[in-house]
Structures are given as C-alpha cells and as structure tokens.
C-alpha cells in the first residue's frame, strides 16, 4: 500500500498555527495511508508557541513536529508593519524548509511505498511555494481566516486599481465579490487602508494562491455560501471547505496559566444557565485603560453577570499581551467591590472551554475567525468589537449579511474612538435576550456547523476530495 507524507509551514502565531495543527490531525485520521510533519519556525518574542508545540507533540503519535534552525532575527524598527517583518522572516527560512524535506524525502525513499504528497503554507508564508517548486511537489494554500477574506485578497490586485485611481473616502462602498452587499470603506482592514508595507506583502501573498494546486479554506459551505460559490466560480485552483477546524480542548491543556480554569468553572457553575456574557479579544486583543473603565461602567450599567478577561497591552512591538499585575490599577474605582458575586474578572481564560459552559448566553469578541467558528460551534450568540486584521469585515459579515452577531461596532479598530459605557450596555442587553431572532440563527447554525463535518457532511466531503487528489498517483 502506497503512503503518503505531507509538510505543513506556518505563521509563528497561535491564531495560525493551531488551526493547520488541527487540520493535519484531521487528515491523517481520515486516511491512515498520509503521514504529516509540521516545520515550526521558532519565534523568540512568542514563547507561548513553544508551550503549545512542547504539549502539541506530547499528546499526538500521527504528527511529527520538526524545529527548523533558528534564524538571527530582523529588526522591526526597520518595517512599518508586523507582517512585512514576518514575511521576510519567512523568507529566511527557505532553505532550512527545503532541507528538512528532503532530509525526510531520502528517508522515506529507503522504501517505494513512500510519496512526498505536498507541502501545505498558510496564508502569510507563500514565500514557501518557491521550496514547493524546486522539488516538484504540490503546494496547497491553508486559509485560516473567512472565505470572504480570502476573496478580498484574491481581488486586492482590481480594487488596488480603484484605490489609486478613484476618490475614496469614508462614505465609499465597494463591490467585492465574496461579499452580498457593497463592502463600506470604514471596515477594510487597516494594511489596506492604510497602503504601506503591509498592502504590498498582502497583493504579493494574494498574489501567489493562484499557483497552489488547491486552497483549504477554515469555513464551511452552509456558513459562508456566497462567498464560497463567488470564489470558486473564478479562474482559481481548486477551493476546499472543510472547516470548522477547531481544538476542543483549547488552551487548557497547556497554557502555562491552565490550573486558573479550576475556579473560573467553579464560579461559572454558580451561575443560572445562559446568564452570562463573556467578554474575550482574543489571544493578541488588548484595549487602552480609558476603553477598560468605560465597559467596566457598561457591564455595571447593565446589571448583566459576566465573565471578563482583560489583558494588559504588550511590550514589545512583536509580543503578545500579558497579565496585569493589579486589575483595580485599570479598573474603575469601586467596581470590583460593586460587582462582586455578579461578575467575574481575570486575565487569560481557555475560551473554547468558557463557550461550551452552559451558563454563557453571550459573547463579546474581537471577531478573530477562530473565535466566531467556537462561538457558533457552541451556539452562543455574539456581539462584534474587532479591533485589526480582517475583524471589521468578519464583524459585517457577520452582522449585516448572516445575521448571526449584535453590533456593538462593526467598524471599531484599535486606537480609534472609545465604545463609550452606554454603547456597551445597550448592545449586551439585546445580545443576552435570549428569546430573539439571532440567538434562534446561531442555534441553527451551530446544527450546521456540526453537521458539515459528520459523515456526508459539506466539510467531510470536501476533506474526501482534497485526500483523493493528494493520493492520486498522476
């Protein structure tokens, strides 16, 4: 019996990485025959990636995770943006990628039953096709945002025309294919806003998926039909939906602060069912002290029980955020002595694990594509604060195409303009009526997304044809 071995490269960020982990997990326990390696690019201001690749490895047999030599980094004084520092990155670790493919090519070859089958990059380390190329295997492109992102990068090239040539301004809507309605010019993400070194990685990564012999999209046909269907009727390689790829245990099993669960569950389940709302941004969202107090007051206002994980702003300009020292630092005054017994605040929080307790009946997130697939996955209804990337489109999306989220702000980006407290509470208030149309949209959506990986689901059948093409002996 023929085997099959695939590599997988990706961006050194939790967001990126622990997607495509989880998809090359799924492959290899659809068909047995595919082996998969993961190159992990070690990226020293983010040591948390290394706890998760540490007990990522420990827990698995079928994935072989391989440290690729460790590169002298670049000086991020020197680029405008973090992605044109990442991407050139990337790009120094071309030859270490290549090697350890072909170290592992003449170890697969010492038997015939062994085939190089592809090596998948995500959607920021395109640069990786080029290795793909010098030694004729398949590339495939793993897009870990929307489909409807993914349209918008593959259209950047057209609307890069209008940008330059057209007047554009706040009340300008655009036609992009992936999206029903016209696309306001407040929610494009800010590298295409703001057009600086950013916009260029972003054209030129757009760019590149056109020579991937497939592109494996984080989404699924019943949640993002149009954008899926605009997509594939282009002159594109092949696209598979196969999501949603998601790790039900999340950060739990090795977040270094874990053991905080014990008495996050023990508070949570002393609440009433659906009766509170978590407010999370995400593994890189942090906001300013003066928008901290005001959703304090907002979460007071309301009378609401809440769960809220606040983090303090990062350091570095390529770190994460942290943990604060002393919440009532931040906070405003009085409030943790006013609220308590009806809400809870902390830093770091497993997410995956919060959304799947029976007393949250809201959410309030960033909007990051991970986070929308758990809230819909667990059917808790969301309410959109994004803050970067491709947030505000997902927020719109979301919002004013599927209604499946409450906006507090569809537009809202880091730095600009306070959600002022009332702001907050208006939106929690509709968001946590748990009689209304959205809550009743997400609990059939999170059906749907359940059923599109089942046996003869959307997503199972489309991981079926993405195997038959990577095991075709042609």
């Not at 995400?282 to 809220?308: D, T």
């Not at 719109?396 to 600009?416: N, P, T, W």
């Amino acid at each position: 019996m023929t085997k099959y071995h695939v590599f997988f490269v990706s961006t050194p960020a939790i967001g990126n990485l622990v997607p495509i982990v989880e998809f090359a997990h799924r492959l290899v326990h659809r068909d047995r025959r595919i082996s998969a390696t993961v190159l992990i690019i070690t990226f020293s201001e983010r040591p948390i990636l290394n706890e998760y690749v540490r007990s990522r490895a420990a827990s698995t047999k079928e994935i072989k995770f391989v440290h690729l030599p460790t590169e002298d980094p670049l000086s991020p004084d020197q680029y405008q943006s973090s992605l044109a520092y990442l991407s050139l990155f990337y790009e120094k670790h071309k030859s270490h990628v290549k090697h350890a493919i072909t170290e592992q090519s003449e170890l697969d070859a010492a038997t015939d039953t062994v085939r190089i089958a592809g090596l998948f990059v995500d959607m920021f380390s395109t640069s990786m096709i080029d290795v793909a190329n010098e030694l004729g295997i398949p590339s495939y492109i793993f897009f870990a945002s929307p489909a409807s992102f993914l349209g918008l990068m593959l259209h950047l090239p057209i609307l890069d025309t209008q940008l330059a040539t057209e007047l554009v301004d706040s009340e300008t809507e655009l036609i992009i294919p992936s999206f029903v309605n016209p696309l306001p010019h407040s929610v494009l993400p800010s590298i295409v806003l703001e057009r600086k070194d950013a916009y260029s990685w972003c054209l030129r990564h757009g760019r590149r998926y056109r020579e991937a012999k497939g592109i494996i999209v984080n989404t699924h046909r019943e949640l993002e039909s149009h954008a899926i269907n605009s997509i594939s009727k282009s002159e594109l390689p092949p696209i598979y939906p196969v999501g949603p790829v998601l790790d039900f245990d999340g950060s739990e099993r090795w977040h270094p602060d874990r053991t905080r669960h014990e008495w996050i569950t023990e508070w949570l389940d002393n609440q009433p069912e659906t009766s509170v709302v978590f407010l999370c941004f995400g593994s890189m969202g942090c906001l300013s002290e003066a928008q901290v107090k005001e959703i304090g007051l907002g979460l007071e206002g309301s009378g609401l029980r809440f769960l809220w994980s606040v983090r303090e702003p990062p350091k570095g300009k390529l770190d994460l955020p942290g943990e604060y020292t002393n919440m009532k630092d931040v906070l405003p005054e009085g409030f943790l002595d006013r609220t308590e017994g009806i809400g809870l605040v902390t830093g770091w929080v497993p997410q995956a694990r919060i959304l799947a307790h029976r007393s949250i009946g809201g959410f309030v997130s960033h909007c990051g594509w991970n986070s929308i697939l758990e809230g819909l996955w667990y059917g808790v209804p969301i309410a959109t604060w994004p803050l970067y990337a491709e947030q505000q489109m997902n927020a719109f999306q979301l919002v004013r195409e599927l209604g499946l989220a409450v906006e507090i702000r569809v537009d809202y980006r880091k730095g600009s303009d306070l959600v002022l407290a009332e702001e907050l509470e208006r939106g929690i208030k509709l968001l946590m009526d748990g009689d209304g149309e959205i809550g009743r949209k997400v609990k059939e959506m999170m059906e749907k997304s359940r059923m599109a990986v089942m046996e003869n689901g959307s997503s199972y059948v489309s991981l079926g044809s993405l195997i038959d093409k990577l095991t075709a002996n042609n």
